[in-house]
């Protein structure tokens, strides 16, 4: 089951007031960015740049996520580390809303997420 039109919404509008907290300046978002994308139950994070080789390519990496379980109405947390897997965030692995999740990424107490 996927989430109805107004839990969409409310997660994201908490996922874009983050971005717009993290979000570099304009003049510098041609070369980097951040923004989001849904996958199923699951809403990652992303930093946008261009290519470093070819500018007009515009790559979307992934670095932090979280995955809504219906059975325990938890969201579990996911960062990516070096080998490009998604682990577990020890730290804090579940959490109760959208809200708790862009706090613990907005902290990176551990630098998981923004190294």
Known sequence: MTFNDLER???ENA????LDRKRPPPHV???LDFGFK?????VELLEIRP?????AVIREQPFAKAT???KTG????????????????QPAPEVKTMEEFLAIVEKDEYACFFG
């Open 74 to 89: 938890m969201w579990k947390i996911f960062c990516q580390r070096a080998d490009l897997k998604w682990h577990t965030y």
């Open 9 to 11: 919404r409310r997660i």
């Open 68 to 70: 809504y379980v219906m």
């Open 51 to 55: 290519l470093w080789n070819n500018p």
């Open 15 to 18: 996922v874009n007031a983050f």
């Open 38 to 42: 849904w996958s199923g139950q699951s």
């Open 29 to 31: 978002r041609a070369q």
